[in-house]
């Protein structure tokens, strides 16, 4: 079965520095997720993305961070200045539907854990 | 999204159904109702969602009462690799952007 693929499994970095977060999606799909859980709490949304813009974005997702879909097929999220507070699990996530389609079904990856020294 | 209450655990034996039940009691008449899963250490992964009907796949099924206050999700046969933490989630039927808000699940603990 296909699947959402994220690199790198294991992401460690100095409180300040940039990070980005990379994503391979589901190759027929058209909108695509990040969500974060921090260590003993619930997965939390980020951010969607659709026709390569931001279709919805939750308050966590403030100006620090961005996505892109550079190449038609990757999907990243980048955070500028990280924080201890960023430290969690990020979720990528794809779909072929949404809202009036029955494809509404989020396919996620293994996640990339993010710890933030 | 409207809110659901799930039980913070269950506990099954291996090889026998489970139940696991959510209730969504300000559910609204287009809300889909959508449940996922996540295993240790792994992403959420989709389980099923319905709408008004009952649901079959070869995962599980979903069982929704009739005024749709509630649902269940039916494991039939748990197997050890079925313990996970089980989400149930409301999404409004809306062509707006798609946040599936996770809630803290009910936490499914299989002894063989």
């Known amino acids: 079965e296909p699947e959402v693929t994220q690199t790198p499994s294991h992401q460690v970095t100095q409180m300040g520095q940039e990070v980005i977060l990379r994503c391979v999606p589901i190759?027929?799909?058209?909108?695509f997720y990040w969500y974060r859980q921090i260590l003993g709490q619930k997965v939390e949304f980020l951010v969607s993305?659709?026709?390569?813009?931001?279709?919805?974005k939750s308050e966590i997702f403030d100006d620090q961070f961005s996505v892109e879909r550079p190449d038609g097929s990757n999907f990243t999220l980048k955070i500028r200045s990280t924080k201890l507070e960023d430290s969690a699990m990020y979720f990528c996530?794809?779909?072929?539907?949404?809202?009036?389609?029955?494809?509404?079904?989020?396919?996620f990856g293994s996640g990339t854990q993010l710890s933030v020294l | 999204d409207a809110k659901t209450t799930q039980p913070n655990s269950m506990e099954s034996n291996e090889e026998e159904p489970v139940h696991l039940p959510c209730n969504h009691s300000?559910?609204?008449?287009?809300?889909?109702i959508h449940w996922y899963r996540q295993l240790p250490s792994q992403g959420p992964e989709y389980v099923i969602h319905?709408?008004?009907s009952n649901v079959n796949n070869r995962m599980a099924s979903l069982a929704i009462a009739e005024d749709r206050k509630s649902s269940t999700l039916i494991l039939h046969r748990a197997t050890l690799r079925d313990a996970a933490v089980y989400y149930c989630?409301?999404?409004?039927?809306?062509?707006?952007?798609?946040?599936?808000?996770f809630g803290k699940g009910t936490s499914l603990l299989v002894t063989p």
């Open positions: 300000t559910i609204s008449g287009t809300d889909y």
């Open positions: 989630i409301l999404r409004a039927f809306s062509n707006s952007g798609y946040a599936l808000n």
């Open positions: 319905g709408l008004t």
């Open positions: 996530a794809s779909s072929e539907g949404q809202g009036i389609t029955t494809n509404e079904k989020l396919f």
């Open positions: 190759s027929n799909h058209l909108y």
């Open positions: 993305f659709y026709n390569n813009e931001i279709s919805e």
